[in-house]
């Protein structure tokens, strides 16, 4: 007799959807790998591999999520990127390298992207500089990260992904603030069958009536 097996039960509280978005070379690959992996590329070396997806489950208050996580994957360069990349995200992190101002100062060509192609004003944003390792070159510094922040409405961090330094802050600090955005998580139904309790997600809207 065959027996199917059993499939792995979903223990996770809901399935967020997170863009990383920012200048080549400012380590959003290597950020996204330090992540996930625990692993470090070099700029040329990830900017090649075209790292675009990578799925996480982390713990917060005592719960699992499930992150998935997208990755411009060098797009970025010809600036294809569409609506389709942006659609149902729940949050964004936008990248910029401490030791080059130009990465900075494209912050605004990326914000003013993602309310072309995202609307929903809900959606929440983390500024991050990154490459904070090579202190000796910094250009950016931190209070005017914070202050750049503070006045795009969006949280604020810094890290290294060489070193491994804030990277978990990055990631756990735009969670929280999504969780604490109720509108943004995907909505369960309590149903009733066969006397037993049953969680159900509600369909999602469809991409001709999605806000993001």
């Known amino acids: 007799m065959s027996l199917t097996p059993k499939r792995p039960i979903d223990d996770t509280e809901a399935t967020l959807k997170i863009l990383l978005v920012g200048n080549s070379n400012v380590g959003k690959s290597s950020l996204l790998l330090r992540f996930t992996e625990d692993q470090f590329l070099s700029d040329e070396v990830s900017a090649t591999i075209g790292v675009d997806f990578k799925v996480k489950i982390i713990s917060l208050n005592n719960k699992k999520y499930k992150l998935t996580i997208w990755d411009t994957a060098g797009q970025e360069r010809f600036r294809t990127l569409t609506s389709t990349y942006y659609r149902g995200a729940q949050g964004v992190i936008l990248v910029y390298d401490v030791s080059n101002r130009e990465t ?109």
């Open 104 to 212: 900075f100062e494209q912050l605004n060509n990326w914000l003013v992207e993602l309310s072309t192609y995202c609307p929903r004003t809900d959606i929440v944003k983390i500024i991050v500089g990154n490459k904070v390792d090579q202190e000796h070159i910094r250009v950016i510094s931190r209070k005017e990260g914070e202050a750049y922040a503070h006045k795009t409405n969006a949280l604020f961090t810094e890290c290294s992904a060489k070193t491994r330094v804030g990277v978990e802050e990055v990631f756990e600090q735009l969670v929280q603030k999504i969780l604490d955005t109720p509108d943004l998580l995907p909505r369960k139904t309590s149903t009733i069958q066969n006397g037993v309790n049953l969680s159900q997600a509600k369909p999602q809207p469809s991409a001709a009536n999605c806000t993001c």
